[in-house]
């Protein structure tokens, strides 16, 4: 049909141009490890995890903790991102014993020394020092105990050993400088949680995340949090009203990580459609609570998980501000949907007309977001939009292309935490 070209021209223009969109339902793990060179690795299941990092490892006691949680419950997210925290040297010590396979797997190659009659940790070392040789970028040394390092700090690289040989880690980059690292190879997640029970350095990360459309759930065994004392993360971050963290107090926190069992369980729900308060979980221990001890973590806006009417839940559901989580979510949600669709139109549009016209096309973005967020149970029935008329855009702003303010008008939706009833009886 090219022979037409001359009498019907036809040009078309491809306005389907498809843009990032923020996830809701995606946690972040951040821990300490060589396992990987990557700074993150995305994972959809605890076998694919199990690939990498052995089951005593903190990383996947974390990860097992997320995909473990049972959709009656609520909703495991489809994938968890591990991110790693530069570690630039690693010591081995051998667990010796006569003629055993001793394997380090070096940038992903592997290198084996078998032990003979009268070992020792010395023999053992030599043997896989030779085997290891000297490989490019990495130092070798050690008598007794093996010590690979990478001779450029911060480079990149990854080593894993069997387990007759125990490594120690050297980290050598703080928690934040590791979440910014990992956040600028991988931002698709958006609750972060880390292996760190530290106080300094959980405080250092939720003074990060708070300069971030993203939240963090942190967990704790401190002795202080269910008393007055105001020395533990919760009443630090409570006094700062930190809107952007959430804690789980527990006393198995250690080796559980409650929050983390919590995230699995709720975080990939629709925004809008849950409350975190009243929520179970598996593979959390509950926490035995005295009155007072309970108030005095709620005094804190600590979150804990207890037996209420026979059923293990967690309480109460909120931020160190003492705003509901969901509510928190459910914002960054409407900012990023808001944000996405208003740029997903300029972009897929020749031009948005400086007119009435024009500017209805904005609103009709705005509208499908609310509409949304009503379907999904954000916000209630009633809201309203508040389009400026073009002619009383200032000048100034019209001349910048700035379309003037849109005034939105909407109210949560929210939900019941407690009912109260007055039951009058008489005969």
């Given at each position: 049909?090219?022979?037409?070209?001359?009498?019907?021209?036809?040009?078309?223009?491809?306005?389907?141009?498809?843009?990032a969109?923020?996830?809701?339902?995606?946690?972040?793990?951040?821990?300490?490890?060589?396992?990987?060179?990557?700074?993150?690795?995305?994972?959809?299941?605890?076998?694919?995890?199990?690939?990498?990092?052995?089951?005593?490892?903190?990383a996947?006691?974390?990860?097992?903790?997320?995909?473990?949680?049972?959709?009656?419950i609520?909703?495991?997210?489809?994938?968890?991102?591990?991110?790693?925290?530069?570690?630039?040297?690693v010591?081995?010590?051998?667990?010796?014993?006569?003629?055993?396979?001793?394997?380090?797997?070096?940038?992903?190659?592997?290198?084996?020394?078998?032990?003979?009659?009268?070992?020792?940790?010395?023999?053992?070392?030599?043997?896989?020092?030779?085997?290891?040789?000297?490989?490019?970028?990495?130092?070798?040394?050690?008598?007794?105990?093996?010590?690979?390092?990478?001779?450029?700090?911060?480079?990149?690289?990854?080593?894993?050993?069997?387990?007759?040989?125990?490594?120690?880690?050297?980290?050598?980059?703080?928690?934040?400088?590791?979440?910014?690292?990992?956040?600028?190879?991988?931002?698709?997640?958006?609750?972060?949680t880390?292996?760190?029970?530290?106080?300094?350095?959980?405080l250092?990360?939720?003074?990060?995340?708070?300069?971030?459309?993203?939240?963090?759930?942190?967990?704790?065994?401190?002795?202080v949090?269910?008393?007055?004392?105001?020395?533990d993360?919760?009443?630090?971050?409570?006094?700062?009203?930190?809107?952007?963290?959430?804690?789980?107090?527990?006393?198995?926190?250690?080796t559980?990580?409650?929050?983390?069992?919590?995230?699995?369980?709720?975080?990939?729900?629709?925004?809008?459609?849950?409350?975190?308060?009243?929520?179970?979980?598996?593979?959390?221990?509950?926490?035995?609570?005295?009155?007072?001890?309970?108030?005095?973590?709620?005094?804190?806006?600590?979150?804990?998980?207890?037996?209420?009417?026979?059923?293990?839940?967690?309480?109460d559901?909120?931020?160190?501000?003492?705003?509901?989580?969901?509510?928190?979510?459910?914002?960054?949600?409407?900012?990023?949907?808001?944000?996405?669709?208003?740029?997903?139109?300029?972009?897929?549009?020749?031009?948005?007309?400086?007119t009435?016209t024009?500017?209805?096309?904005?609103?009709?973005?705005?509208?499908?977001?609310?509409?949304?967020?009503?379907?999904?149970?954000?916000?209630?029935?009633?809201?309203?939009?508040?389009?400026?008329?073009?002619?009383?855009?200032?000048?100034?702003?019209?001349?910048?292309?700035?379309?003037?303010?849109?005034?939105?008008q909407?109210?949560?939706?929210?939900?019941?935490?407690?009912?109260?009833?007055?039951?009058?009886?008489?005969?």
């Amino acid at each position: 049909m090219s022979d037409l070209n001359d009498v019907v021209s036809v040009v078309i223009t491809d306005q389907t141009t498809a843009i990032a969109t923020a996830s809701f339902a995606v946690p972040l793990i951040l821990a300490t490890f060589t396992n990987f060179s990557e700074r993150t690795r995305t994972y959809t299941s605890i076998t694919d995890v199990g690939a990498d990092f052995a089951t005593t490892d903190k990383a996947f006691i974390m990860a097992q903790q997320v995909f473990g949680q049972s959709s009656v419950i609520g909703a495991p997210p489809p994938s968890v991102v591990i991110g790693r925290r530069q570690v630039d040297s690693v010591v081995f010590t051998p667990t010796v014993a006569d003629s055993t396979v001793y394997t380090i797997i070096l940038n992903g190659t592997t290198y084996t020394f078998t032990s003979g009659v009268g070992a020792t940790a010395t023999t053992i070392v030599t043997g896989l020092k030779a085997a290891i040789g000297t490989p490019a970028g990495i130092t070798v040394g050690g008598t007794a105990t093996l010590t690979l390092a990478v001779t450029t700090p911060g480079n990149p690289w990854s080593v894993k050993a069997s387990v007759n040989l125990v490594g120690v880690n050297t980290a050598t980059e703080t928690w934040p400088a590791a979440l910014l690292a990992v956040d600028a190879e991988n931002d698709i997640w958006y609750c972060l949680t880390a292996e760190t029970q530290v106080l300094a350095e959980q405080l250092a990360l939720s003074d990060l995340i708070n300069s971030m459309d993203k939240i963090y759930g942190l967990s704790s065994a401190d002795t202080v949090a269910p008393t007055t004392g105001p020395t533990d993360i919760g009443a630090v971050l409570n006094a700062k009203s930190a809107s952007r963290t959430f804690g789980v107090y527990s006393a198995t926190s250690a080796t559980e990580y409650p929050a983390v069992a919590w995230i699995g369980s709720q975080l990939a729900v629709t925004p809008g459609a849950n409350d975190w308060d009243f929520k179970r979980a598996s593979g959390v221990t509950r926490s035995i609570l005295t009155p007072t001890q309970i108030t005095n973590l709620r005094n804190k806006s600590w979150n804990f998980y207890r037996t209420k009417g026979g059923v293990d839940i967690f309480q109460d559901g909120n931020m160190f501000d003492k705003k509901p989580i969901d509510v928190r979510i459910g914002k960054d949600w409407l900012k990023a949907r808001l944000q996405e669709g208003i740029y997903f139109r300029i972009i897929n549009s020749l031009k948005i007309p400086m007119t009435d016209t024009g500017l209805l096309i904005v609103e009709n973005e705005i509208r499908a977001v609310l509409s949304l967020a009503e379907s999904n149970g954000l916000i209630d029935s009633g809201w309203k939009i508040t389009t400026p008329p073009v002619l009383s855009i200032p000048a100034t702003l019209r001349a910048q292309r700035a379309a003037g303010v849109f005034v939105i008008q909407a109210r949560l939706q929210g939900s019941i935490r407690s009912v109260s009833i007055q039951f009058y009886l008489s005969v």
